[in-house]
């Protein structure tokens, strides 16, 4: 593939749809196109990775609700979370419900994209400060998925950990990268597309 001008790159970088193939094989206009259509379908849910946060775990002290002890959004990561909700609010989308982890960082990116957020013990860690989730959480996650795969023409949000997502689907996420989610009959949670706004 012939190496793009840095400017063609950085407007590729805005949006992007991945279904096994490299970002870069589509152009951003048509990736949002994708998502938002998948959107307003209903019937899924867009669970988002925290936006930019510098660092990987909680520093020690962490104590849940107390944001000063926890890793929180950069400046850039509080600008991504502003600039997801601006995509959703440019085409007309309104998620029935937005739920976050109760991690501080999470929270804000949620508060900040769509103006509230009902934090969500699933969606977080159920061991405080360690970066794993448990069956209980998981089994929740994937029943609230088959709810909603039900519940067409709606869609909601999720904001939540690169962690809950990598057992959740088995996939790897960057810092504010959603992940189009439906149950299958088997009630198995499929990534169907993948939205980042950078």
Known sequence: MPELPRRAWGTRRRAFVAGGLAWPLWPAAAAGDDVAKL???GGAVIAFRHALAPGTFDPPGFQPGVCSTQRNL????????????????????????VRSSPWCRCLDTATLAF??????????????????????SLQALRQALVAATAARPRFEVWVTHQFVLNRLVETSTTSGEGLVLRADAAGQPKVLAKLLIS
């Open 74 to 97: 950069s400046e850039e990561g509080r600008a991504q979370a502003r600039r997801i909700g601006g995509w959703f609010r440019q085409r007309g989308l309104k998620p029935a419900q």
């Open 39 to 41: 959107l307003r379908e």
């Open 115 to 136: 103006g509230s957020a009902e934090p969500w013990a699933a969606l977080g860690s159920p061991h405080g400060a360690a970066e794993t989730t448990n069956a209980e």
